[in-house]
């Protein structure tokens, strides 16, 4: 079928040349006599290649329709990412076995869970800090009083907390 689509394109490019007159004319000056095919990009190799696979698919072909269609593409392919969505340095593979974290926290009962800092105990911690102070500031302010009373000449007795 394509072998007979392509005689008719042959020779139907080639009728003009039956009509013109036999004696040759001289071609004029402006326009090249000679074209070169290898620049053209066509190759006959390729053409005789393409006609003998199309006449084998014919053959093989057993459909009544003998429907065929060829696409060619040309493009850039689509970059195709699977793991789009997993962090491979720092984390877990979705859909993966679970972690030693994710067991422990599965398997152990809320009420058993600690938390990372007792409150508690950091409350207790900041009230003996700010209880450390003012037992300090409370030091230095008797230690004052008695430098006061002593450059007035009183007789006491020195303070007894001690920094």
């Known amino acids: 079928m394509r072998a007979l689509a392509l005689l008719l394109l042959v020779l ?3 009728a003009p040349a039956w009509a013109q007159d036999s004696e040759a004319r001289p071609a ?11 620049k053209l990009g066509v ?9 003998r696979v199309s006449e084998s698919r014919e053959k093989q072909s057993t459909t009544p329709l003998r429907i065929e269609f060829a696409v060619q593409v040309y493009g850039f392919a689509p970059r195709i990412d699977l793991l789009k969505d ?3 340095l720092h984390g877990d593979a979705p859909n993966s076995a679970p ?4 067991i422990i926290d599965f398997l ?13 105990a950091l409350a207790w911690w900041a009230g003996l800090k700010l209880w450390e102070k003012s037992k300090k500031s409370k030091c230095e302010q008797e230690i004052a009083d008695y430098r006061a009373m002593l ?9 007894r907390c001690t920094q």
Not at 43 to 51: D, E
Not at 151 to 159: E, F, H, R, V
Request: aromatic content about 2%.
């Open 12 to 14: 139907s490019a080639s």
């Open 28 to 38: 004029p000056a402006d326009q090249p006599t000679a074209i070169d095919a290898t």
């Open 43 to 51: 190759s006959l190799a390729r053409i005789q290649k393409g006609l």
């Open 86 to 88: 997993v962090d491979i």
């Open 99 to 102: 972690t030693h974290r994710q």
């Open 108 to 120: 152990t009962p809320q009420i058993y869970r600690q938390q990372a800092a007792p409150i508690s």
């Open 151 to 159: 450059m007035q000449g009183m007789n006491i007795a020195a303070p």
